[in-house]
């Protein structure tokens, strides 16, 4: 099935792009969790518009009266703060993550599917990088998909500018999968490294297949291609667009 742009016309008119990312990423799921040993499973997480729920924190620090909960000491009320600073915040997140259950769900893997909110805005952007940085860090394997046709920031190469500033990836595609590996040092005169495979996607084309390393756990082949199929199939998205 070839990548079709669901971020212009005609699909973008016929078609809600959260709704297909949020199916795409119960697919990718469903197809991750056949290939996992016991142990292991796989689960979607889709949040759109996130935000902080002012109206909850203005209401858990309102003056208590004689209705408030046993326990709240009345009269009681926080001090002003000693610093307020910006604090970005990652946007949609349209994920997938692979867990491990041996002692209790512990995450070893993760899917992440770029929306235009991670894109549009360099505080967007540096947030969505940041999580994923922190991933790679844990040693979680990570698979970034970018098909987002209508912005033009670069998770990919921001995440290398982060991580290595003298990492070149010559000629990046706009449009891409990428895996990324981390790899523990061996000896002590040894350093981590993290190992890339990147794959170009274009509209028009299929979209392949890339590994997704999971820590401490085997690789799983992650098909792009058959879970993108399923969801046109699935959303009644014909390649024509329609």
């Known amino acids: 099935m070839p990548l079709q742009d669901h971020f212009h016309p ?5 078609r809600h792009w ?17 290939q996992l040993p016991p142990g292991y499973f796989a689960e979607p997480n889709v949040q759109f518009g996130i935000e902080i729920d002012v109206g909850t924190f203005e209401e858990a620090n309102r003056k208590p009266d004689a209705d408030s909960p046993v ?32 002692e209790g769900p512990t995450l070893v893997g993760a899917v992440e599917l770029v929306s235009p909110s991670n894109k549009d805005r360099p505080e967007h952007s540096e947030a969505f990088v940041s999580k994923c ?36 990836d010559l000629n990046p595609p706009d449009l891409y999968a990428v895996s990324y590996r981390p790899v523990a040092a061996v000896g002590e005169v040894d350093q981590a490294q993290m190992k890339i495979w990147r794959q170009p996607l274009a509209v028009g084309h ?21 879970t993108y199929e399923r969801t046109c199939q699935e959303q009644r998205v014909q390649a024509n667009g329609m």
């Open 10 to 14: 005609p699909l973008s008119l016929r």
């Open 133 to 168: 940085v922190s991933y790679l860090q844990q040693g979680i394997g990570l698979v970034i998909v970018d098909v987002v046709t209508d912005r033009r920031a670069n998770m990919h190469m921001a995440l290398l500018a982060r991580l290595a500033a003298d990492a070149a």
């Open 18 to 34: 959260h709704a297909f990312h949020n199916a795409w990423s119960t697919y990718i799921a469903s197809a991750l969790n056949q």
């Open 206 to 226: 299929p979209l392949g297949i890339v590994p997704l390393w999971l820590r401490g756990g085997p690789c799983l082949r992650l098909d792009l291609d058959a």
């Open 71 to 102: 326990g709240v000491e009345a009269g009681w009320i926080p001090p002003a703060p000693m610093l307020t600073v910006p604090l970005p915040l990652a946007g949609d997140i349209v994920e997938i993550g692979v867990f491990h259950t041996e």
